[in-house]
Structure formats: C-alpha cells, structure tokens
C-alpha cells in the first residue's frame, strides 16, 4: 500500500507563508515526479508546481517567483513553500506522485495523491 500525507497547510494572511510538506511511504520502488495540485470550491484542480526525480522544476504561471517545490529524495518527501500568498492562493492543495512498484521483478508506474490539505489566505 502506498500512501501520501500532506501536511502544513492552515490560515494565514496576505503577505504571509506557509510551507507544506509530502510524505510518500509503503512499498516503494522510486519515485519518479512529484506535485503539487490546487481546487478552489467550484473550480478545477490546477497544477501549482512539479518536481522531477532530478530536481527539474515546473511552475504554474501565478506562483512563479513566490512558491518553491523542492524534495528529499531520502526522505520521499515533496515541499512547497509559499510566500506573498494571496487571497486567490486559497484552495485545498493536494500531493501527487508518479510511483513505480515492483511486481515479479517488472516495475510498473502509477500516479497517486494526498488526501488534501486546506490553505485559507485572508484579506
């Protein structure tokens, strides 16, 4: 079984920050990309950030120069660190992870999330 926990995320003011974090665990081979997704109520989940399993970065236009995705691969952890957040970063944030498992000796690749968690950024 594999499982994603996200945690860190909470109310905080414009201008504040806030830092989540990601842990992967079960039986895991490797971990390929790691993300970060957002949903705002009615709206559809967007992606906020990616991560490859060598540290190559993407961004969503809206958070470039204010979040940062980084990882320990060690660790099979994924953060996003949000600064200047704003009231229209407010939104569940989910984890996601493309996970490969190994099953008979062959590796087979799929894609996982967290359950969630709610970051509220006040005006």
């Known amino acids: 079984q594999v499982q994603l926990v996200e945690s860190g995320g909470g109310l905080v003011q414009a201008g504040g920050s806030l830092r989540l974090s990601c842990v992967a665990s079960?039986?895991?081979?490797?971990?390929?990309?790691m993300g970060w997704y957002r949903q705002a109520p009615g709206e559809q989940r967007d992606l906020v950030a990616t991560?490859?399993?060598?540290?190559?970065?993407n961004y969503a236009d809206s958070v470039k120069g204010r979040f940062t995705i980084s990882r320990d691969n060690a660790k099979n952890t994924v953060y996003l660190q949000m600064l200047s957040l704003k009231p229209e970063d407010t939104a569940v944030y989910y984890c996601?992870?493309?996970?490969?498992?190994?099953?008979?000796?062959?590796?087979?690749?799929?894609?996982?999330w967290g359950q969630g968690t709610q970051v509220t950024v006040s005006s």
């Open positions: 996601n992870a493309e996970i490969l498992l190994l099953r008979g000796g062959i590796s087979y690749s799929y894609a996982y």
């Open positions: 079960g039986n895991i081979f490797k971990i390929n990309a």
């Open positions: 991560i490859t399993s060598g540290g190559s970065t």
